[in-house]
């Protein structure tokens, strides 16, 4: 099979921080990753930047696009419209449609769908305006996000606040750096484990539960801040390791497993994602869902969850494309024997 990897890359930030950009460029490195796992598999594979004016004309060059572009040149919004001008072309590619990128990237719905559908997720306030005042009921300690970014954007080592003088700060600072509202929750500070899942409907499944284990001074608080993430020197990415599997009583293991199903299916994500959720004692919070999640093969959850699950690199990469095509099996037109 004829397959494009749609990937993209950030030159400049035009809004937060000038490091934001490392978040956004490790998809050139997936990409390669993706390329030789399925090549091996004896596929057909070239890397495509993307260009939104282009994506129409893939069709005639490839039967199938593995879609791990984020954006288009410094712009993560336009995530959702590639997504869209592929499904406006019928171009068969893997991952979540335009309504689930756009859906997940406003940390605002989620929350909101996440309260329709009676997932527990925790208290939350939006600010679109610098505050002046801060009212006397807010319950601290609090974590400020910006509310549409991803990849841990925004969220340092002074998100979580603990009185009204650091709220007023951190929010404020959102808004002025990243031209977005601030996202205010309830600051759940315990145990952070991640649920991927693979496949789609009733063949949808959830890997391994992985979980970070904080390992961090105590001064520093238990959360995955952008360090934790991408600044591979930090003391926050070496005191945030990945465990897998997640070593829960069965009763967490099986709320985890059945709240990253229900967020998956009311989400709209397919082919595979990634939920992750905060315990606290008995109580488990679901945070967010990541459509397309990292699956790049040096230290990703979902990865390090489909390795516990008996998918080494090449074959969990093939088989999201398996299911993928599964899914577009009416509208694949092979013309390569693979």
Same mark, same amino acid.
């Given at each position: 099979m004829r397959i494009g990897i749609l990937y993209n890359l950030v030159d400049k930030v035009d809004r937060g921080k000038e490091d934001d950009k490392l978040a956004d460029n490790e998809v050139l490195e997936t990409a390669g990753a993706v390329k030789a796992a399925l090549e091996r598999k004896g596929h057909q594979v070239s890397l495509v930047k993307v260009e939104l004016d282009k994506i129409k004309s893939l069709?005639? =060059?490839?039967d199938f696009i593995f879609n791990l572009?984020?954006?288009? =040149?410094? =712009?993560?919004?336009?995530?959702?419209?590639i997504a869209a001008e592929l499904r406006k072309a019928r171009m068969p590619f893997s991952g979540a449609d335009d309504y689930a990128l756009a859906l997940c990237m406003?940390?605002?719905?989620?929350k909101r769908l996440f309260q329709k559908n009676n997932i527990p997720t925790p208290e939350y306030k939006v600010f679109k305006k610098p505050i002046m005042r801060v009212r006397k009921n807010m319950g601290f300690p609090l974590i400020v996000k910006p509310a549409y970014e991803d990849g841990s954007i925004g969220i340092d080592l002074?998100?979580?606040v603990n009185d009204s003088?650091?709220?007023?700060?951190?929010v404020n600072e959102i808004i002025a750096s990243y031209?977005?509202?601030?996202? /205010?929750?309830?600051?759940?500070?315990?145990?952070? /484990?991640?649920?991927?899942i693979i496949g789609n409907k009733e063949g949808a499944y959830v890997l391994p539960l992985s979980e970070i284990m904080f390992e961090l001074p105590e001064s520093m608080p238990r959360i995955v801040s952008f360090s934790a993430k991408w600044m591979e020197d930090s003391p926050q990415y070496k005191g945030t390791i990945g465990k897998c599997p997640a070593e829960l009583p069965k009763h967490l293991h099986e709320k985890i497993t059945e709240a990253a199903k229900k967020a998956f299916k009311a989400t709209g994500c397919r082919d595979y994602a990634r939920v992750d959720f905060r315990i606290n004692e008995d109580e488990v919070y679901a945070i967010e869902v990541n459509p397309n999640p990292c699956i790049n093969p040096n230290g990703a959850?979902?990865?390090?969850?489909?390795? /516990?699950?008996?998918y080494d690199y090449d074959s969990v990469i093939n088989k999201i494309v398996e299911v993928a095509v599964e899914r577009h099996k009416k509208k694949i037109i092979l013309k390569n024997n693979c």
């Open positions: 069709k005639n =060059d490839y572009a984020e954006g288009i =040149d410094n =712009d993560h919004f336009a995530e959702p419209m406003n940390k605002i719905k989620t002074d998100s979580i003088s650091q709220l007023k700060k951190k031209k977005q509202p601030a996202l /205010v929750e309830r600051f759940i500070d315990g145990r952070e /484990v991640n649920a991927g959850g979902f990865i390090r969850s489909a390795g /516990v699950a008996g």
